[in-house]
């Protein structure tokens, strides 16, 4: 438990103004949560300023204010209704952010020294690669832990995650909880707001990583400059111990790691040096990792890269080269990603791929930046046979960076054939002006449909399609919500495809009994003519 003195110490405050000499309770950074004797930490954010809810925080019990500055009513000594003895205690500090993350490892314990840490950062692939790197070390027997997107994975218990990084003290209770289930490994994804925001402050990496760097998020970061630095924050915290895993291929690889002190591992698939692509096909993969050959289940080029920074990952964090090839072999990724979407009510033993085949292939996928859009439908269209029609489905979140919505309307114009555009998640924004600005990247007149409901734009392109058509719905992935006008509601886009898919599959048998039937009529009709 803190204590004042510990508290103090690893501050460094410019003033203190007060006294408290009790046990102060827990670290909270949102008011609303402050309990009798907690400690206050004021951060300025992106909507309000924590320092405006000060006196809430007293109010509810707080015993010591941690802020940028002492509000004028606060800064007097004399705190009238309270004795001195008993607060609160202001303290005063440059950042409050810069010591967030430090104070909540301090008040959980330190959790992150007692595990081997890895961190992954980069615009797309960071689900991916985490989750694989976890999926091999269970496989190997180590007992790990996952913060990211999708989920949160504490030994046997699963949750599903609010934000990809979460603030800097549930993400200290989530890593004390893994330590308390004597986790060996935490493997997580560090999204660029969560370095802005100083989430991890306070944690020290063993492995960083780096998947790629592309176009979003300018909504919140000024410019492309100001949000490769957000990545390199990452690899400037690590130590000359640590090892960083990146991809060279990357344009913006050199930008990310300079002044790292860390061991770099680089990587690459360009120009077939040490990494290279064996085999591919709408199966997986075949990879010659520098002389380990690694085959994977998972599809498209990009998910070479994703294979082999999880494989690095895993040989800095001490494994062998052929345990982790082999666990490779299995690991299947995160869901959402390239997923092949199952027919409503059909178990795996029903989907022989003879069902398969003769429904159309319905995929749905996470691509929400145009990198992604491009790398998925380049995938798609590198393993699609001769005749097969491509179908995408797809929209832009509201109240998000909006320069990215042209040119992933334009990406969709130059690989599919067939394009309906439709909501992602419209958040507070207009639906309809959100798919005009999609439009604007689309010089095509036909093979494009608009419609702004999602679940219809998917069941339409899934029962208009024929069995050489694939079907991608991209956006959302693993997401089991739509927010619509400000207002969430469930919605699954494997479940809607899954029941479509069902459908169309209904709808062939019941032509198919229609015409037997037909057929055994004229057959009896012929028979009767005979005679
Ligand atoms: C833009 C952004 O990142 N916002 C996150 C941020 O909020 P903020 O710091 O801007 O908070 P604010 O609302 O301005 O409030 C400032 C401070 O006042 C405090 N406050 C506020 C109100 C009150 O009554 N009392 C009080 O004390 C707040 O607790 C906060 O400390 O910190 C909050 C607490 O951790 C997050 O919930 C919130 O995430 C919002 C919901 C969000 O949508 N974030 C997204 C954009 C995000 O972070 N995404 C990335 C992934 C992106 C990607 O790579 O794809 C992620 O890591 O998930
Ligand atoms: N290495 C990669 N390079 C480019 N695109 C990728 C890569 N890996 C995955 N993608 C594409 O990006 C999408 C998102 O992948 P993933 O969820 O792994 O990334 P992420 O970095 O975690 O994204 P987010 O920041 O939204 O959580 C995938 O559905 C796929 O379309
Ligand atoms: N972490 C990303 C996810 C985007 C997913 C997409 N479905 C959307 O809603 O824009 C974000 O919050 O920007
Ligand atoms: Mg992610």
């Not at 509810?60 to 004399?78: C, L, N, Q, W, Y």
């Not at 994977?296 to 494989?311: D, K, S, W």
């Amino acid at each position: 438990m803190m204590n004042i003195a510990d508290l103090l110490h690893i501050i460094h405050p410019l003033q203190t103004n007060g006294h408290f000499d009790g046990k102060p309770g827990k670290l909270v950074l949102d008011s609303r949560h402050v309990k009798k004797d907690d400690v206050f930490i004021a951060l300025r954010g992106t909507r309000s300023d924590g320092h405006h809810f000060i006196s809430e925080a007293i109010r509810r019990g707080a015993a010591v204010i941690i802020a940028e500055h002492i509000p004028d009513e606060h800064s007097k000594t004399p705190h009238h209704d309270t004795d001195a003895e008993n607060g609160p205690l202001y303290i005063q500090v440059a950042d409050t952010r810069h010591i967030a993350g430090e104070l909540a490892q301090a008040f959980a314990g330190y959790p992150a020294r007692r595990l081997k840490m890895t961190g992954i950062t980069g615009t797309n692939g960071k689900t991916t690669v985490s989750t694989l790197v976890y999926q091999v070390l269970q496989t190997l027997g180590y007992n790990t832990g996952l913060l990211g997107t999708v989920e949160t994975r504490i030994g046997d218990r699963v949750m599903e995650s609010h934000l990809t990084t979460p603030d800097p003290v549930s993400l200290a209770g989530t890593l004390k909880k893994m330590v308390s289930k004597d986790t060996a490994f935490a493997v997580m994804e560090v999204s660029s707001h969560a370095l802005e925001q100083q989430r991890v402050g306070g944690i020290r990496f063993d492995v960083g990583a780096f998947t790629n760097l592309s176009r979003d998020h300018l909504d919140y970061h000024r410019d492309m400059d100001a949000y490769v630095e957000a990545k390199q924050r990452l690899f400037l915290s690590l130590d000359s111990d640590a090892i960083a895993v990146i991809n060279r291929d990357d344009p913006s690889a050199h930008k990310v790691i300079e002044e790292c002190q860390a061991r770099i591992w680089d990587f690459g698939f360009e120009n077939n040096k040490d990494f290279r692509i064996l085999d591919e096909s709408p199966e997986g993969m075949v990879l010659d990792l520098d002389g380990t050959i690694v085959s994977t289940p998972l599809a498209g080029r990009y998910n070479a890269y994703n294979v082999a920074q999880a494989y690095l990952i895993c040989l800095a964090l001490g494994c062998t080269k052929g345990s982790v090839a082999s666990a490779l072999g299995e690991a299947r990724g995160a869901a959402g990603r390239l997923e092949r979407v199952k027919p409503e009510g059909y178990d795996d033993d029903d989907l022989t791929p003879a069902v398969l085949e003769s429904a159309p292939s319905v995929f749905v996928d996470y691509a929400h930046t145009p990198d992604a859009l491009e790398n998925v439908l380049q995938a798609l269209t590198a393993v699609r046979t001769e005749g097969v029609t491509l179908h995408v489905v797809f929209g832009c979140g509201g109240d998000r960076d909006t320069t990215k919505r042209p040119e992933m309307g334009q990406i969709a114009d130059q690989y599919a054939d067939v394009i309906t555009l439709t909501s992602d998640n419209p958040r507070t924004e207009d639906p309809d002006a959100i798919i005009r600005d999609i439009r604007q990247g689309i010089v095509r007149g036909d093979r494009l449909y608009i419609q702004p409901d999602r679940r219809k734009a998917i069941r339409s392109a899934v029962l208009d399609a024929d069995t050489s058509t694939v079907v991608l719905v991209a956006g959302k992935g693993h997401e089991t919500y739509q927010e619509v006008h400000g207002r969430r509601r469930k919605f699954d886009d494997r479940k809607v495809a899954g029941k479509a898919i069902a459908e169309w599959i209904e709808r062939r048998d019941s032509k198919k009994r229609r015409q037997k039937q037909r057929n055994g009529r004229n057959d009896n009709e012929s028979k009767k003519e005979v005679r």
